[in-house]
T-cell receptor, first 113, second 111 residues
């Protein structure tokens, strides 16, 4: 079974802090994704990566950056957390290509005070 | 820009009932459509994936259909059970790794 893990289930940070969210997948998938999920807005793509050291902006990249130094790990970075970044963050991976199923991690619920 | 709509936002049915969840989309140029299930506070679990060239997929009590010409997909759940209670989301893959999600239908199956 594909397993996608996220470093924290719950996280509380203060405004202005630098925040790191880590995601690891164990199935040698090419593609990895970061989404945020908010009530009434659904899932929105922040960034994705289709290879090591490669990244592409999604729909809402502002205020975020990402890092993919190893194939299995995809990090989301909030350079200076703000209250409007309070959300549920979901990581996903897929084998490759557009026809492949995405597998999701359990999510990280981030609260920025 | 692809827009994905799921109506109703919430649905409550008695146990044993057959039900249909709807997903509408505006751009038929898709690669695939996927149905997910999300339990409260959890990540998404893939249920069914329909390729653009397919009309339907089945898995156990679930059947998903795709009609690109009308911009619709349905998820049929047979003989619903309380364990089916969750939020169901559809997601469409378009060009360049772009995936657009609907906002989901929250299903409650009452024992």
């Amino acid at each position: 079974d594909v397993k996608v893990t996220q470093s924290s289930r719950y996280l509380v940070k203060r405004t202005g802090e630098k925040v790191f969210l880590e995601c690891v997948q164990d199935m040698d998938h090419e593609n990895m994704f970061w989404y945020r999920q908010d009530p009434g807005l659904g899932l929105r793509l922040i960034y994705f990566s289709y290879d090591v050291k490669m990244k592409e902006k999604g729909d809402i990249p502002e205020g975020y950056s990402v890092s993919r130094e190893k194939k299995e790990r995809f990090s989301l970075i909030l350079e200076s957390a703000s209250t409007n970044q309070t959300s549920m963050y979901l990581c996903a991976s897929s084998l490759g290509g557009l026809s492949e199923t995405q597998y999701f991690g359990p999510g990280t619920r981030l609260l920025v005070l | 820009k692809q827009e994905v709509t799921q109506i109703p936002a919430a649905l409550s049915v008695p146990e044993g009932e057959n039900l249909v969840l709807n997903c509408s989309f505006t751009d038929s140029a898709i690669y695939n459509l996927q149905w997910f299930r999300q339990d409260p506070g959890k990540g998404l679990t893939s249920l069914l994936l329909i390729q653009s060239s397919q009309r339907e997929q089945t898995s156990g009590r679930l059947n998903a259909s795709l009609d690109k010409s009308s911009g619709r997909s349905t998820l049929y759940i047979a003989a619903s059970q309380p364990g089916d209670s969750a939020t169901y989301l559809c997601a469409l893959s378009g060009g360049y790794q772009k995936v657009t999600f609907g906002t989901g239908t929250k299903l409650q199956v009452i024992p």
